[in-house]
């Protein structure tokens, strides 16, 4: 659920949900959905316009919140030796790159994250990973976005995600 009000930028729901979440797979031990809440929480950080007591939070702060998350899902992915986790570890750590103006570092994330799906045969999530990368390309003005985003149309179209396919549509020419 947490996810889902994250993907719907309801940012208090998705924090109230993932902080429930975490702190079940805690008690239980379950790496992996410690490993997926990490991640949420980390795009939380980049998505959520205040702090928790209703005041802007600094972007350094938020930042920094949203490296720990990701550092923690990195850790967890290689624990559990999970590829596809490691995709999504990196992926965050692409977006909190880009949000920090380290292009070439956001780059070579971006792209990392998208070979690992794609030798993994995942197509949804390759699709979101060039989602991503498209938009981020083309906010710093770089004409291979499109490529990126229709690439992602391409496979969004083929699954039938028709609100992905959505989101891609807003950020065409």
Known sequence: ???????????????????SAGKTANELGEKEILRRVAVSLGGLELAAPKAENGHSASFGVKKQK??????????LAEELKSKSGRA???????RIEM???????ADSKFKEAIAIYEALKQPFETAKACYCYGTA???IGR????????????????????GWLAKVKTHEK
């Open 88 to 94: 999504e570890a990196i992926l965050l750590k692409a």
């Open 99 to 105: 949000a920090e103006g380290h292009w070439p570092e």
């Open 66 to 75: 949203a490296e720990e998350y990701a550092n923690t899902a990195l850790k």
């Open 137 to 139: 390309l083309k906010e």
């Open 143 to 162: 004409d291979e976005g499109e490529d990126f985003l229709q690439k992602a149309r391409g496979i969004f179209e083929h699954l039938g995600a028709k």
């Open 1 to 19: 659920m947490g996810t889902l009000y994250l993907t719907e930028k309801q940012c208090t729901e998705a924090r109230e949900y993932l902080a």
